[in-house]
């Protein structure tokens, strides 16, 4: 650990004193641009052809440790077969014993997300951006590719305002699928996840992406989801039943469009080839061609096994060895969910969803009080409340549970203050409950999540 800290430390102060940090002999790392859990992103320069880079470099100690290098090799393998005008390039991945570096097409524009905080877009930006998000995830198809996650966060625009889809780590390759030829992880952030993706029986991938896209064409012209309501039960009753409103200044054909893409049953959704040939999108398109990926790394054929191995691979920090693997994909995205922007009162780290039972929930949240020191001083059916032992600044916090059921397959669950201090209730959410109710969790609010 402290060596760790001691390396980061002198990276840093390296970038302060102007040194130039080469990295491989190959690229020199700047400024850092965004950072996660267990990765940091710096913009770079190869030093060759000067041409501009993301270099996002990943603990690999930390992803062991988590147990999300399945995770990784997924996406190294879904990028090997996707590489599009519309997705973001990875052009080499590289390790040492103890980090992975990912060299990845520098996007300038920044995510798509940003563009609609500002408010709604006109209808020819909006089709241009639909038509070059239709065009990737049907490529994407295509090859047996479902991304699973798309949403404006994962949508980034380069210099030239073109659409990059990102963030293919919760994707879904043929070998996902179950022997009823159907997916069954749960995956997505809930404003932009199909009705059927919430149900136990399986989904079809493909389908599911086109609704997120429906979605996200919505949020263009609109500048709002169309599913949303301050109450998270509410906002999922919505979705199950496609139920929402058009803004007047939308157009007929663009509200024909969303009406077919939008429908709660997945078997009479329209389908990409279908819109592709509707006159709306078709306006001003232009198909994008996509370009091959040669299978190499190095000057050899790798094969699938050698994933692991490319991914451990110990060197010396002296001349350690280029990995001219796949693309990859940068996980840039903020974060941040749309639905903040219209919340009146956000209730963040107080509501998460469950694919638990209700009953099962209820017995999760009295073991939690009990392991926590709370006690239990009222349980109803579906509610529960607890109180500390100890004297907060306002006397003893309260925290209220409330467990309500959505659908068979669906449950939300609402923590509230009854009693207390508001920064101890907020500490109890984010460093108490929330990695206490870890294994029952689908979903907090406000994050996108994926159980297997």
């Given at each position: 650990?402290?060596?760790?800290?001691?390396?980061?430390?002198?990276?840093?102060?390296?970038?302060?004193?102007?040194?130039?940090?080469?990295?491989?002999?190959?690229?020199?790392?700047?400024?850092?641009?965004?950072k996660?859990?267990?990765?940091?992103?710096?913009y770079?320069?190869?030093?060759?052809?000067?041409?501009?880079?993301?270099?996002?470099?990943?603990?690999?100690?930390?992803?062991k440790?988590?147990?999300?290098?399945?995770?990784?090799?997924r996406?190294?393998?879904?990028?090997?077969?996707?590489?599009h005008?519309?997705?973001v390039?990875?052009?080499?991945?590289?390790?040492?014993?103890?980090?992975?570096?990912?060299?990845?097409?520098?996007?300038?524009?920044?995510?798509l997300f940003?563009?609609?905080a500002?408010?709604?877009?006109?209808?020819?930006?909006?089709?241009?951006?639909?038509?070059?998000l239709?065009?990737?995830?049907?490529?994407?198809?295509?090859?047996?590719?479902?991304?699973?996650?798309?949403?404006?966060?994962?949508?980034?625009?380069?210099?030239?305002?073109?659409?990059?889809?990102?963030?293919?780590?919760?994707?879904?390759?043929?070998?996902?699928?179950?022997?009823?030829?159907?997916l069954?992880?749960?995956?997505?952030?809930?404003?932009?996840?199909?009705p059927?993706?919430?149900r136990?029986?399986g989904?079809?991938?493909?389908?599911?992406?086109?609704?997120?896209c429906?979605?996200?064409?919505?949020?263009?012209?609109?500048?709002?989801?169309?599913?949303q309501?301050?109450?998270?039960?509410?906002?999922?009753?919505?979705?199950?039943?496609?139920?929402?409103e058009?803004?007047?200044?939308?157009?007929?054909?663009?509200?024909?469009?969303?009406?077919?893409?939008?429908?709660?049953?997945?078997?009479?959704?329209?389908?990409?080839?279908?819109?592709?040939?509707?006159?709306?999108?078709?306006?001003?398109?232009?198909?994008?061609?996509?370009?091959?990926?040669?299978?190499?790394?190095?000057?050899?054929?790798v094969?699938?096994?050698?994933?692991?191995?490319?991914?451990?691979?110990?060197?010396?920090?002296?001349?350690?060895?280029?990995?001219?693997?796949?693309?990859?994909?940068?996980?840039?995205?903020?974060?941040?969910?749309?639905?903040?922007?219209?919340?009146?009162?956000?209730?963040?780290?107080?509501?998460?969803?469950?694919?638990?039972?209700?009953?099962?929930?209820?017995a999760?949240l009295?073991?939690?009080?009990k392991k926590?020191?709370f006690?239990?001083?009222?349980?109803?059916?579906?509610?529960?409340?607890?109180?500390?032992?100890?004297?907060?600044?306002?006397?003893?916090?309260?925290?209220?549970?409330?467990?309500?059921?959505?659908?068979?397959?669906?449950?939300?669950?609402?923590?509230?203050?009854?009693?207390?201090?508001?920064?101890?209730?907020?500490?109890f959410?984010?460093?108490?409950?929330?990695?206490?109710?870890?294994?029952?969790?689908?979903?907090?609010?406000?994050?996108?999540?994926?159980?297997q």
């Amino acid at each position: 650990m402290e060596d760790q800290t001691d390396q980061s430390l002198q990276e840093n102060q390296a970038l302060i004193n102007g040194a130039r940090n080469i990295i491989f002999g190959k690229y020199e790392m700047g400024r850092l641009l965004g950072k996660g859990t267990f990765a940091k992103v710096y913009y770079g320069k190869n030093l060759k052809t000067s041409e501009s880079v993301a270099i996002k470099v990943i603990n690999k100690d930390h992803v062991k440790k988590e147990g999300t290098m399945e995770q990784i090799k997924r996406e190294i393998s879904v990028m090997r077969l996707v590489r599009h005008p519309n997705i973001v390039e990875l052009k080499e991945v590289m390790a040492t014993k103890k980090k992975i570096f990912f060299v990845m097409e520098y996007i300038k524009g920044g995510e798509l997300f940003a563009k609609i905080a500002k408010g709604k877009l006109k209808e020819d930006l909006a089709r241009k951006y639909f038509q070059q998000l239709i065009s990737a995830v049907d490529f994407c198809h295509s090859r047996g590719v479902y991304h699973r996650d798309l949403k404006p966060e994962n949508l980034l625009l380069d210099e030239n305002g073109n659409l990059k889809v990102s963030d293919f780590g919760l994707s879904a390759l043929p070998e996902h699928l179950r022997n009823d030829g159907l997916l069954h992880t749960r995956c997505g952030t809930p404003a932009y996840v199909a009705p059927e993706v919430l149900r136990k029986k399986g989904y079809d991938g493909s389908k599911a992406d086109l609704w997120s896209c429906g979605v996200i064409l919505y949020v263009l012209l609109a500048g709002f989801l169309p599913f949303q309501d301050e109450n998270l039960m509410n906002m999922y009753m919505k979705v199950f039943k496609a139920q929402y409103e058009f803004p007047p200044w939308f157009s007929s054909e663009a509200k024909r469009l969303i009406s077919k893409i939008l429908v709660a049953d997945p078997e009479k959704r329209i389908t990409i080839p279908a819109i592709m040939r509707v006159p709306w999108f078709l306006k001003g398109f232009t198909r994008p061609i996509a370009f091959s990926i040669p299978e190499v790394f190095g000057q050899e054929n790798v094969e699938e096994k050698d994933v692991d191995e490319e991914l451990e691979l110990v060197r010396s920090k002296s001349a350690p060895p280029f990995y001219n693997a796949f693309e990859f994909i940068s996980s840039m995205s903020s974060g941040f969910d749309l639905s903040s922007l219209f919340e009146s009162k956000r209730k963040s780290g107080s509501l998460f969803t469950s694919k638990c039972s209700a009953s099962s929930i209820m017995a999760k949240l009295e073991l939690v009080a009990k392991k926590l020191n709370f006690k239990i001083v009222c349980a109803k059916k579906f509610k529960v409340k607890m109180q500390g032992a100890s004297e907060g600044r306002k006397g003893k916090l309260s925290v209220t549970a409330e467990v309500f059921e959505v659908a068979p397959e669906v449950a939300v669950v609402e923590f509230s203050k009854s009693a207390g201090d508001t920064l101890e209730y907020k500490k109890f959410c984010e460093e108490d409950a929330r990695p206490a109710l870890k294994d029952i969790v689908w979903s907090w609010q406000g994050e996108s999540n994926c159980q297997q």
